[in-house]
Structures are given as structure tokens and as C-alpha cells.
């Protein structure tokens, strides 16, 4: 069984239509390519499916249940984690704090266990599952750096780690190679199939074609706001439809 | 590390300086102790507000609700002294608990704006029903606590040492609760929501609920602070708590600085302190309040918690300018992010 399946999506603004039926489903250990170019409604796809939007139509169906509309935090519990484009992290805290606050839900806690200190076991667990992340990562060595003290490649590297902290199921990943460097991207590269590896299931927004090539078994084409073609990398690639949306018509 | 070390002798020392203070004090300087004891509860609540990243203008009126609250069961309804306090600061907590419904649909500006509505509209309330808030002269003659300890007889709680003493326990009590709380996990991620509310949602956290918990909590304080007061001197008024004070509040939390606990803190103590040794220079308080406040914004924005850094900060670039062309100890990396 797919474990995301989108369902006849339609997202509307007032009037205009930033979806218009879109269907896909995505099978479990994939990573899934989401391309298309600007105001294709890839983002609007993102939003609506980590629980930012509620779609105007259709069913956003994950593990067999229908979470279009449910609120982000409630998606979170249910293993659907997005990331955030550009460097969406807490800039004011250290790199371990930031992978902390990511473990909110397996440590949550009540106000009064928290000042009775009542809340220890779940403090040592959020902070092993920190190091953990962090390790993973290859963010160790800088733990105590604040993050806006990191260069764009770790603190991308951190972005993850905070969505991994909440232990996704699907993670959804919004333009994490926007303004990298050939070498950052080859290491973004490598973390992307690492996470992967470790169980979790990708869906990837992203304009750098060669990363989206390079990483992805199965891509979807949006392009004002339908799906306009599927399939691997190589399909894609050939298919005219796709050429003709990136390049305009001749 | 060295703050580590020193924190709980300094601590020590704090504590024994507020026990001995008030011998050391004319009559009108206990009151003005007592006073001020209750407004470092206030901010100090108010920052745990701030910890969210909204600012409330309905603080000071939940104070005054956690005021009038104790003053009534207490005078009418016949509730010891002892009990009404804490059912004041629930009453002040369960209104920001029925406030947060509409007041956290808004955020920022609008937040502001609404709750100075939601606030005016509570004091307004108390102006206009005479029975039982007594109308615009509020409720006067509010019964001081009563207490007899074996042996030594009933303590004098009208007098000012000993309500000064009982002020100083809750205040202690309260603040090191509200310490607790913000060093813990829920404090992490009321931070959290403060810096990138979306990112904290992306993870799981509900950010609606956990403002609404830093407002209910910190309204409890606040009413505390409020019952506090009113059983001291004994008068609950709609003009004590009105956006005047409010803005009191705001220029104490901001003057200190709202980036660390003990900001809040400072501000009001020293900004208070000023403000009592100008008493004979009445005309003149404004003015310098004025300028204080100006210069804090100008050359301060951290606050004045932000000075010993900023003062450091200074000392090192004098020293650097100097060792700069010895040019021995220089680092070669020069990471812009030192420099802010």
C-alpha cells in the first residue's frame, strides 16, 4: 500500500486555482521527486499535504488515513515532518537546543512534572535521541554553536536533523539545495540517501535538476497546478510536455 | 564556569540582604519595599508571557482581577485571607484561560490591540457595576491576613515588616517556580514558538496551546501579585490598574531587558529605586524617567542586563585596537558572526 496517497487535490485562493486535481501516491522508502516550474503549485502541494493548507477538494490519504485539513502539530504526531526552505531554524539557540525542541513530542510534558522535575526519564531520552541525530548528521562537532553561527550547508544539515529528531515516517523536504555549492549539494546528496537508508520515506521540492535527477527513483511534473507528467528520472527527462514547460513552447 | 559557581553564594547573600533590609528602612521605605516586591512578580510573570513572543497589554487588569477577586471573597463572601489570595490568582488565571480563545487568533500587533481591548472592557466593568466592585472608588477597607502563632500571639499583618516578610516568601516562592518552569522543556518550547512558530508546528507542537499555557500561568502570577497588594493596602481601584500601569510594566521589562530572566527584574528595581530617590525632585521624575528610557533604547537593546557585556565588549575592542599592531595573538580566523 502507498503510504501517501493524494486524491483528486484541489487548492483554491479566493479565485484562482493553485491545484486543480492533482493525484499521486508515493510507496514507502521512495524519494520522491516534486519538480515543476515557478507558481506550478509545488509548494502549494507541500503545504497542503505537511497540514499548512486545507486542500478545497480531495483526500490527502497517509497510511490509510484521510489528513487533509489536520493541522501540522497533529500531522507531526502521525510521522508527516516538513522542512522549511532557506534556513527556517532557531537561530538563537545552540544546535543541540534546536534538535531538543525537535524531540517536543517524545518528551512532552506536563507543567507540573516539568517543576517537580518529574520529567527526568523523558529528558534523558529527548537528549540520547539528540546526540544520536546530531551523530547521524555529522553535526556532533558543532553542538554547541548557535545555529546562525553555522555555514548554509550544516545548517541545512541542522533543518533536518530537527525534522528527524520528531521521527518522521515521511519527511518532506522544500528546497534544500537552494543556493548551495557543487560540493555542498554532493554532501546534501549523500545525507538525503542517508536518511533514507535509516527508514523514511522523501518527498522532495526542489529546482536543482541535477540533485532531483541524481537522488529521486520516481518524479512528479506539476505545472499550473495539475500534474503534467510521472515517472523516473529518465522519462522525465525525454518527455516533450516536461521540455516544453521548462523551455516554452517553440 | 565561573556565574555557575558564584550563582548560589550570590543567591545566599540576596536572600540575607532581603531579610535584614526592612530594619534598615523608614516606615515609608518598608511600604515602598513591599510595593516593589509585588511589581517584580508582575514582570517577572509578564516575561514568561514574553517567552512566547507576544506582548499583552491585559497583564495589569489580570492583576487587578486577581486583586478584586481576593478582596471580594475575602470582605463579602468571608473566605480567610489565606485562601482568597490563591482564588484571586486562579480567577485572574481562568480569565486568561477563557481570554485565550479569541485573543490567540490574532498575533503581533493585532494581539496587542486586542488584548488592550479585552482588558479595558474587564476594568471597564469594574468602573460601571458598583455591586459588587464598588464603581469607580473600588473597594476599600479590604481585610489585612490574620495568623496566630502558638506562643507568640497574633502577627501584626497591617504592620509593614511582617506583610513585608510574607511578600518576600510568595515573591521568593513564585519566582523561583517561574525560574524552574522557563529552564525546563515546556519553557524550551515556548522559546521555540517565540523564534520560528511554523518550525516548532512542523515538529509536533501546538503552538496555540502552549501561549495559552504561558498566558494562563503568568496571569496567575499576576493575580497573585495583585492579591497580594490589595491585602496590604487595602484598596482595589480600577485607576490602579489601568494602561498607565500597563505601560509601567512594559518600560520596566524593556528598560531591563526581556533576553534574560533576571531582566525584568533589574528594571524594575532600578528604575523604582531612581524613582524613590528623586522623591523630593516630584517635577522633575518624568523627565528623568524620559531620558533613561531613551538612552536604554539607543545605546542599550538589550537592556540593562545587556551593560556588563556591552562594557566588556568595550574593554576587549580597546584592548584589541592595542594588541592589533603587535599583531602575536591575533586568531587568523576572523569570523564575521563574533562581531555581531
Known amino acids: 500500500m502507498a503510504l501517501l496517497e493524494v486524491r483528486n487535490v484541489t487548492k483554491q485562493f479566493g ?10 501516491a508515493v510507496e514507502p522508502g521512495e524519494i520522491r521527486g516534486l519538480i515543476g516550474p515557478n507558481g506550478a503549485g509545488k509548494s502549494t502541494m507541500f503545504k497542503t499535504i505537511a497540514g499548512f493548507y486545507t486542500p478545497t477538494h480531495g483526500d490527502i490519504l497517509y497510511d490509510g488515513t484521510n489528513i487533509a485539513g489536520s493541522k501540522a502539530y497533529a500531522n507531526a504526531a502521525r510521522g508527516v515532518v516538513r522542512t522549511f526552505q532557506e534556513t527556517t531554524l532557531f537561530q538563537e539557540m545552540s544546535v543541540s537546543e534546536n534538535v531538543l525542541v525537535g524531540c517536543h513530542l517524545r518528551a512532552r510534558s506536563g507543567v507540573f512534572s516539568a517543576l517537580l522535575g518529574l520529567d527526568r526519564d523523558k529528558r534523558r531520552d529527548a537528549e540520547a535521541r539528540t546526540e544520536e ?112 514547460a521548462y523551455l516554452g513552447g517553440a | ?227 497580594l497588594f490589595c491585602h496590604y493596602y487595602g484598596t482595589a481601584n480600577p485607576v490602579q490598574f489601568d494602561v498607565a500601569a500597563m505601560v509601567y510594566v512594559l518600560i520596566w521589562v524593556i528598560v531591563g531587558g526581556v533576553s534574560r530572566f533576571s531582566g525584568p527584574i533589574v528594571g524594575v528595581v532600578v528604575l523604582s529605586v531612581l524613582n524613590e530617590l528623586f522623591r523630593e525632585a516630584e517635577q522633575w521624575r518624568p523627565l528623568i524617567y524620559g531620558c533613561i528610557l531613551i538612552a536604554v533604547m539607543l545605546y542599550l537593546p538589550d537592556g540593562l542586563i545587556g551593560l556588563p557585556a556591552r562594557i566588556r565588549d568595550w574593554i576587549e575592542a580597546r584592548r584589541g585596537v592595542a594588541a592589533l599592531p603587535a599583531g602575536a595573538e591575533e586568531p587568523a580566523d576572523f569570523s564575521s558572526s563574533k562581531r555581531h
Open chain 1, 15 to 24: 479565485g484562482l486555482t493553485a491545484l486543480n486535481d492533482v493525484s499521486f
Open chain 1, 133 to 244: 541525530v546530531l551523530e547521524f548528521m555529522g553535526l556532533g562537532a558543532r553542538r554547541h554553536q548557535l545555529a546562525k553561527e553555522l555555514p548554509l550547508g550544516s545548517q541545512r544539515a541542522l533543518a533536518i536533523a530537527v525534522a528527524l529528531a520528531a521521527t518522521p515516517k515521511l519527511l518532506l523536504m522544500d528546497e534544500p539545495f537552494a543556493g548551495m555549492n557543487p560540493e555542498e549539494t554532493q554532501h546534501m546528496m549523500e545525507l538525503t540517501r542517508k536518511v533514507r537508508g535509516s527508514g523514511v520515506t522523501i518527498i522532495l521540492v526542489e529546482h536543482d535538476m541535477r540533485a532531483v535527477m541524481g537522488l529521486c527513483e520516481y518524479i512528479t511534473v506539476l505545472n499550473f497546478g495539475s500534474v503534467l507528467a510521472q515517472g523516473t528520472p529518465a522519462e522525465v527527462r525525454s518527455n516533450d510536455r516536461v521540455i516544453e
Open chain 2, 1 to 227: 564556569m565561573k556565574p555557575a559557581r558564584l550563582a548560589v553564594p550570590a543567591l545566599f547573600a540576596l536572600a540575607v540582604f532581603m531579610v535584614a533590609l526592612p530594619f534598615g528602612l523608614k516606615l515609608h521605605q518598608q511600604d515602598f519595599m513591599i510595593s516593589l516586591l509585588v511589581w517584580v512578580l508582575v514582570v517577572s510573570s509578564y516575561r514568561l508571557m514574553a517567552l512566547t513572543g507576544e506582548y499583552s497589554l491585559v497583564h495589569v487588569v489580570l492583576m487587578g482581577a486577581g486583586a478584586y477577586s481576593s478582596a471580594l471573597l475575602a470582605k463579602l463572601a468571608g473566605f480567610s485571607v489565606w485562601l482568597a489570595m490563591p482564588c484571586g490568582a486562579l480567577v485572574a488565571a481562568g480569565l486568561a484561560a477563557v481570554l485565550s480563545f479569541p485573543l490567540f487568533r490574532m498575533s503581533g500587533f493585532y494581539f496587542l490591540i486586542g488584548s488592550f481591548a479585552a482588558g479595558e472592557a474587564i476594568r471597564l466593568s469594574w468602573t460601571y457595576f458598583t455591586v459588587p466592585f464598588g464603581g469607580p472608588k473600588g473597594i476599600k477597607l479590604i481585610p489585612s491576613p490574620e495568623l496566630t502563632l502558638p506562643g507568640l500571639g497574633p502577627i501584626a499583618f497591617y504592620e509593614p515588616i511582617p506583610y513585608y516578610y510574607l511578600t518576600l516568601i510568595v515573591v521568593g516562592i513564585s519566582l523561583f517556580v517561574l525560574y524552574r518552569l522557563e529552564n525546563s522543556r515546556v519553557g524550551l518550547t515556548m522559546n521555540a514558538i517565540h523564534w520560528r512558530a511554523p518550525l516548532a508546528e512542523s515538529v509536533g507542537v501546538d503552538t496555540w496551546r502552549y501561549r495559552a499555557l504561558a498566558f494562563v500561568i503568568a496571569s496567575f502570577f499576576a493575580g497573585l501579585a495583585g492579591a
